[in-house]
C-alpha cells in the first residue's frame, strides 16, 4: 500500500480526534504474518507465554515473529481497602478476562492478555502476605549482606531531571496481537468497563515484519510518509562487518 503524506497526515490526524491515529494506519498498511491454526489452542500455564508463536530463520539465526500490535496501560485501583470490594473486583475481573479468552484464542492471530501488579499493590493491600512471599533476590542479599527483593522501586536515572516523576501504579495491563480490533476490544472490556481502577496513561506499538525478505512494518510506514532515508537498502550485519573489514560472525552448528 502507498500512501501520499496527504493521506498519511489525513488518516494520522482522523485517529488522532477519535481512534487510534498512526496506529489505525498501521493496522491498514500491516498484512498479518502466516501463523498456526488457532482453533482449540490451550491456555499456556504461564499468562504471558503466547501459543502459535512462529519461528524464522534470518541469516542463520532462529527469529520468533512477534504480533503486530501491543498495547500497555498503566493503572492505580480505585477500591479502597477493604476485603469486600477487593474480593469483588477480582471476581469482576476473573469473568472479564476469562470471557475474553474463550473469544479470542491466546495466540498472535487472537489474543495474549498479561496483568501485572506492582509494589504500591503489594504494599497497599497485602503487605504481610508481600514480606513473607514475594521472591528474594539471592545474588544482591549475598552481594550486600542483607534481603534485597526481587521487585523493586522504580529510580531515577543519572541522566534523569530532578523533576522527574516516577509513577507509583498497582498494575499493568499488556495486550497483544495481529489484529488491532481485538485490541480495542479488550481495552474496552478491561479498562473502559471496568470501575475499580483508573487508567493512568497508555503505550501503544507496532512492530514485525521484514522476514524472508519481506519490507517491516516500521519501515513501510516511514516510506510511505517521506521520511529521508526510508525508502533506502536494509543492510545486513555481516555486509557492514565486511566492509569494516571485520570477520563474520560464528554460525551456529545444526
Known sequence: MS??????????GAGALGAAGIYELADRMATPPERAEAADVPLPAEQHVLQGVRVVHDNGIAVLVPPLHHQLVTLQLRTGT????????????????????????????????????????????????AAKHLPVDRRASKAKG??????????????????????????????????????HDAAKELVAKLDFWR?????????????????????????????PGAAGPVRRLDDARQRARLPPLPRDRA
Open 82 to 129: 477493604s476485603a469486600t470490594t477487593l474480593r469483588d473486583a477480582q471476581k469482576t475481573l476473573e469473568h472479564t478476562i476469562a470471557s475474553l479468552e474463550r473469544k479470542y484464542s491466546p495466540t498472535p492471530s487472537g489474543l495474549g492478555i498479561t496483568v501485572a501488579w506492582g509494589l504500591p499493590y503489594f504494599r497497599r493491600y497485602v503487605s504481610k502476605q
Open 199 to 227: 487508567p493512568t496513561s497508555t503505550r501503544r506499538g507496532f512492530v514485525g515484519g521484514g522476514f524472508e525478505g519481506g519490507k517491516s512494518l516500521p519501515k513501510r510506514l516511514a516510506t510511505a510518509a517521506g521520511v
Open 3 to 12: 500512501l501520499t503524506r496527504k493521506q498519511l497526515l489525513a488518516g494520522a
Open 146 to 183: 542483607k534481603r534485597v527483593s526481587a521487585l523493586l522501586d522504580a529510580v531515577r536515572f543519572p541522566s534523569d531531571p530532578s523533576n522527574t516523576i516516577l509513577e507509583r501504579n498497582d498494575a499493568v495491563l499488556l495486550l497483544r496481537s495481529d489484529s488491532l480490533d481485538a485490541i
